[in-house]
C-alpha cells in the first residue's frame, strides 16, 4: 500500500511540475486560487462550467489544459486546492497566504511570482508541508485579522507580514502602482485578466470587461474569459455581416450598429455592397476562412434553400467549407421558429417553378446547420445588443455544424404540376376565351397557387357554382387577396365545388370576380423569372369588370 501510494505521488508531482505556456480551465469559484499557478507558468486561464460551453471546447481545441477542479474537460486533472497549486513551484522565496475569495491575494501573489496558500484561523496541515517544502524567506498575509490571525502561524518560524486594508477592493487598489494600461472586470473575471497582463495593469472591478476602454463580453463568463485571452493574443473571431434591402429600416446603419454594439469582442467585417439582394451568397463567399458569415433578410424560403443545398452540394460548398459557421438574422416580422410553413416569397424570381415552400424553416435550419437570429421577438430597445449577443456567442461556438449531411427532401413543399401551365388558362380568360382545363379544376389549382400552398390534384369531380351577384368594389392588398383565394381552396377541398362567393368585409366577392381576378394576376406567369405577385390588385373595376363580363359570356 506504502508503494502504491508513493507512485502515486510521483505521477502527481510530474503531471504538475512546472511548465511553459499551459492553458488552465476551472469553475468559477476556483479561478483567484488557480490564477498565480496559471501566471506563474505563463499559462492562461479559462474559465468553465461544469458542463463546458461550446466557446471553451472550441478554444482548447487540439490543446492539453490542466483542469482545475470538477470541470468537464479532458486533460491533465488535479484537485482544486492551493496545496496541489503550489507545486508548479520547487521552490519559492515568499509564500501568500489567503482565504481564497479575495482577488488582492491573487494579484499579490502574482506580483511576487509566489504561490498561494489557503489559511483560516488555524492553518491546514498540507498548507504547514507546502511552506516547510518551498522554504520561503517570508509569508505574506493577504486577509483580515479575523480571518487569518497571526496565532495560525505559530511555530512556522519564518518573517510574516500582513498586507490587507479594510476590504478586497481596497487592498487591491492600495498594493497596486500606477499603470497607463486600465482592467476592469467583474470579480469573477480580474483573475483571468491577471494571469494575461499580470503586474502591467492596474485592475478594478466592474460590472463589465474595459481594457482600455474596449469593451469585452458576451453573454457570460466562460465566453468572456476567452474573448479576454484572444484579445491579448491578437487572435479575436471574425464575423462577416451582408444585408438585404430591409423594409422600413436602414440596413447600412443596422450593421454599423451591431458592430458598434459588439465592441473589441471580435473582429467585425461589414459588407461593401450591402444593403442589397444577394446577401447570402455574398457573405458565404467573401467571409475570410475561419470566420462567422452573417447574412441578414426578411424570411425568404426560396433563398433558405438555396442556401441550404448550394453549401451542403452545390455552388456555395468550396467556400463555405472553410467558415466556421453560418448565421441568418431574420429581420422580418414573421417570427420563424412560430412557423409551420412557409410560403415561396412573392418575389421569388429564381427558385423552380415547382418550389412552394418550406415545412418548418426553423427546424429546418437548424438541421441544416445555419445558425438563426431572430430580433424582432426581442423588444426594440434590445434588439442591437441581443443580436451582437448572440453573433458573438456564435463567433466563439460555432465549428462548422453547417458542412453536416442532411435530406431536404422532408422539409422542402412542392407543387405536384408547374403552376406556369396555370398561366395560359389564365391568359385565355382574360381575353374572354375557353379555357383548356375545366374552368372550376382551374380555379382550384390556381387558389392554391395564389394562396401560397403547395399545388395538389384533385381526387375527385369538382363542380361548379351559380355565381352570386358581387357587391364587392375596391382594392384587394396581396395579403387580402391570397386570404380569398385561401378561402376558395378550402371551400372547394371541404365541399367538392366552387364557392358561389367570398366575403370580405361586409361585401361579397361573387365567383366570377374572384375567378377574374385570379386569372389577372398569375396570367404572366410563364416562367420563374415571372412568378411575381403584385402588391395589390383591383375587383370591380378596370380591366377586371371587363374580364367578369368575358367569364359570364363564356358561362351563359
Given at each position: 500500500?506504502?508503494?502504491?501510494?508513493?507512485?502515486?505521488?510521483?505521477?502527481?508531482?510530474?503531471?504538475?511540475s512546472p511548465?511553459?505556456?499551459a492553458?488552465?480551465?476551472?469553475d468559477?469559484?476556483?479561478?483567484?486560487?488557480?490564477?498565480?499557478?496559471?501566471?506563474?507558468?505563463?499559462?492562461?486561464?479559462i474559465?468553465?462550467?461544469?458542463?463546458?460551453?461550446?466557446?471553451?471546447?472550441?478554444?482548447l481545441?487540439?490543446?492539453?489544459?490542466?483542469?482545475v477542479?470538477?470541470?468537464?474537460v479532458?486533460?491533465t486533472?488535479?484537485?482544486a486546492?492551493?496545496?496541489?497549486?503550489?507545486?508548479?513551484?520547487?521552490?519559492?522565496?515568499?509564500?501568500?497566504?489567503g482565504?481564497?475569495?479575495d482577488i488582492?491575494?491573487?494579484?499579490?501573489?502574482?506580483?511576487?511570482?509566489?504561490?498561494?496558500?489557503?489559511?483560516?484561523?488555524?492553518?491546514?496541515?498540507?498548507?504547514?508541508?507546502?511552506?516547510?517544502?518551498?522554504?520561503?524567506?517570508s509569508?505574506?498575509?493577504c486577509?483580515s485579522?479575523?480571518?487569518?490571525?497571526?496565532?495560525s502561524l505559530?511555530?512556522?518560524?519564518?518573517?510574516?507580514?500582513?498586507?490587507?486594508?479594510?476590504?478586497?477592493?481596497?487592498?487591491?487598489?492600495?498594493v497596486?502602482?500606477a499603470?497607463?494600461?486600465?482592467?476592469?472586470?467583474?470579480?469573477?473575471?480580474?483573475?483571468?485578466?491577471?494571469?494575461?497582463?499580470?503586474?502591467?495593469a492596474?485592475?478594478?472591478?466592474?460590472?463589465?470587461?474595459?481594457?482600455n476602454g474596449?469593451?469585452?463580453?458576451?453573454?457570460?463568463?466562460?465566453?468572456?474569459?476567452?474573448?479576454?485571452?484572444?484579445?491579448?493574443?491578437r487572435?479575436?473571431?471574425?464575423?462577416?455581416?451582408?444585408?438585404?434591402?430591409l423594409?422600413?429600416?436602414?440596413?447600412?446603419?443596422?450593421?454599423?450598429?451591431?458592430?458598434?454594439?459588439?465592441?473589441?469582442?471580435?473582429?467585425?467585417?461589414?459588407?461593401?455592397?450591402?444593403?442589397?439582394?444577394?446577401e447570402?451568397?455574398r457573405?458565404?463567399?467573401?467571409?475570410?476562412?475561419g470566420?462567422?458569415?452573417?447574412?441578414?433578410?426578411?424570411?425568404?424560403?426560396?433563398t433558405?434553400?438555396?442556401?441550404?443545398?448550394?453549401?451542403?452540394?452545390?455552388?456555395?460548398?468550396?467556400?463555405?467549407?472553410?467558415?466556421?459557421?453560418?448565421v441568418?438574422?431574420?429581420?422580418?416580422?414573421?417570427?420563424?421558429?412560430?412557423?409551420?410553413?412557409?410560403?415561396?416569397?412573392?418575389?421569388?424570381?429564381?427558385?423552380?417553378?415547382?418550389?412552394?415552400?418550406i415545412?418548418?424553416p426553423?427546424?429546418?435550419?437548424?438541421?441544416?446547420?445555419?445558425?438563426?437570429?431572430?430580433?424582432?421577438?426581442?423588444?426594440?430597445?434590445?434588439?442591437i445588443?441581443?443580436?451582437?449577443?448572440?453573433?458573438?456567442?456564435?463567433?466563439?461556438?460555432?465549428?462548422?455544424e453547417?458542412?453536416?449531411?442532411?435530406d431536404?427532401?422532408?422539409?422542402?413543399?412542392r407543387?405536384?404540376i408547374?403552376?406556369?401551365?396555370?398561366?395560359?388558362?389564365?391568359?385565355?380568360i382574360?381575353?374572354?376565351?375557353?379555357?383548356?382545363?375545366?374552368?372550376?379544376?382551374?380555379?382550384?389549382?390556381?387558389?392554391?397557387?395564389?394562396?401560397?400552398?403547395?399545388?395538389?390534384?384533385?381526387?375527385?369531380?369538382?363542380?361548379?357554382?351559380?355565381?352570386?351577384s358581387?357587391?364587392?368594389?375596391?382594392?384587394?392588398?396581396?395579403?387580402?387577396?391570397?386570404?380569398?383565394?385561401?378561402r376558395?381552396?378550402?371551400?372547394?377541398r371541404?365541399?367538392?365545388?366552387?364557392?358561389?362567393?367570398?366575403?370580405?368585409?361586409?361585401?361579397?366577392?361573387g365567383?366570377?370576380?374572384?375567378?377574374?381576378?385570379?386569372?389577372?394576376?398569375?396570367?404572366?406567369?410563364?416562367?420563374?423569372?415571372?412568378?411575381?405577385?403584385?402588391?395589390?390588385?383591383?375587383?370591380?373595376k378596370?380591366?377586371?369588370?371587363?374580364v367578369?363580363?368575358?367569364?359570364?359570356?363564356?358561362i351563359?
Amino acid at each position: 500500500m506504502r508503494v502504491k501510494l508513493t507512485v502515486m505521488l510521483m505521477a502527481l508531482l510530474l503531471l504538475v511540475s512546472p511548465a511553459s505556456a499551459a492553458v488552465f480551465v476551472t469553475d468559477p469559484s476556483h479561478a483567484i486560487i488557480t490564477a498565480p499557478a496559471a501566471a506563474h507558468t505563463d499559462g492562461r486561464l479559462i474559465i468553465s462550467s461544469h458542463t463546458p460551453e461550446k466557446s471553451v471546447m472550441k478554444y482548447l481545441r487540439g490543446q492539453s489544459p490542466v483542469v482545475v477542479g470538477d470541470v468537464g474537460v479532458n486533460g491533465t486533472r488535479i484537485p482544486a486546492r492551493t496545496s496541489t497549486l503550489a507545486r508548479y513551484w520547487s521552490r519559492s522565496d515568499v509564500v501568500v497566504l489567503g482565504t481564497g475569495s479575495d482577488i488582492s491575494a491573487a494579484y499579490i501573489a502574482i506580483k511576487n511570482d509566489a504561490p498561494l496558500l489557503l489559511a483560516g484561523k488555524t492553518l491546514p496541515s498540507a498548507t504547514r508541508t507546502e511552506i516547510k517544502r518551498l522554504k520561503p524567506r517570508s509569508i505574506i498575509i493577504c486577509a483580515s485579522p479575523s480571518a487569518i490571525p497571526s496565532s495560525s502561524l505559530r511555530g512556522i518560524g519564518i518573517p510574516w507580514r500582513r498586507v490587507w486594508y479594510g476590504s478586497d477592493s481596497a487592498t487591491l487598489s492600495a498594493v497596486q502602482p500606477a499603470s497607463p494600461q486600465r482592467v476592469s472586470a467583474p470579480g469573477t473575471l480580474l483573475p483571468v485578466a491577471m494571469t494575461i497582463w499580470k503586474t502591467r495593469a492596474y485592475y478594478s472591478t466592474s460590472t463589465g470587461v474595459r481594457v482600455n476602454g474596449t469593451s469585452l463580453w458576451s453573454s457570460g463568463y466562460p465566453t468572456t474569459s476567452v474573448i479576454m485571452n484572444r484579445y491579448a493574443s491578437r487572435d479575436l473571431e471574425t464575423i462577416y455581416i451582408s444585408s438585404d434591402r430591409l423594409s422600413g429600416v436602414d440596413g447600412r446603419s443596422l450593421m454599423e450598429s451591431i458592430r458598434a454594439e459588439i465592441g473589441g469582442s471580435a473582429r467585425v467585417i461589414v459588407d461593401e455592397k450591402s444593403p442589397a439582394p444577394g446577401e447570402a451568397d455574398r457573405a458565404i463567399k467573401n467571409a475570410p476562412k475561419g470566420s462567422l458569415a452573417v447574412y441578414i433578410a426578411a424570411a425568404c424560403p426560396g433563398t433558405m434553400y438555396g442556401v441550404v443545398s448550394g453549401v451542403k452540394r452545390g455552388y456555395l460548398r468550396s467556400y463555405a467549407s472553410g467558415l466556421d459557421g453560418i448565421v441568418y438574422v431574420n429581420y422580418g416580422s414573421l417570427k420563424l421558429s412560430a412557423t409551420g410553413y412557409l410560403p415561396r416569397a412573392w418575389d421569388d424570381n429564381f427558385s423552380s417553378p415547382y418550389f412552394a415552400g418550406i415545412n418548418e424553416p426553423s427546424r429546418f435550419l437548424r438541421d441544416a446547420g445555419i445558425l438563426l437570429i431572430e430580433p424582432r421577438s426581442f423588444s426594440s430597445d434590445e434588439q442591437i445588443h441581443l443580436t451582437a449577443m448572440k453573433l458573438i456567442e456564435y463567433a466563439y461556438s460555432a465549428d462548422g455544424e453547417h458542412l453536416g449531411d442532411m435530406d431536404t427532401s422532408r422539409y422542402v413543399a412542392r407543387h405536384e404540376i408547374d403552376p406556369t401551365t396555370l398561366s395560359t388558362d389564365a391568359q385565355r380568360i382574360v381575353r374572354g376565351e375557353a379555357t383548356v382545363m375545366p374552368r372550376q379544376e382551374w380555379v382550384y389549382l390556381a387558389s392554391q397557387y395564389i394562396a401560397g400552398l403547395p399545388v395538389r390534384k384533385n381526387t375527385t369531380r369538382i363542380s361548379d357554382a351559380p355565381s352570386s351577384s358581387n357587391t364587392y368594389t375596391g382594392t384587394l392588398s396581396r395579403a387580402g387577396y391570397r386570404d380569398v383565394a385561401r378561402r376558395v381552396y378550402e371551400f372547394t377541398r371541404s365541399n367538392g365545388r366552387l364557392p358561389s362567393y367570398v366575403q370580405v368585409g361586409a361585401d361579397r366577392i361573387g365567383r366570377d370576380e374572384y375567378t377574374a381576378m385570379f386569372a389577372q394576376i398569375i396570367q404572366n406567369h410563364t416562367d420563374r423569372s415571372r412568378m411575381v405577385f403584385p402588391s395589390s390588385v383591383k375587383v370591380g373595376k378596370g380591366l377586371i369588370d371587363t374580364v367578369v363580363e368575358f367569364v359570364k359570356d363564356l358561362i351563359t
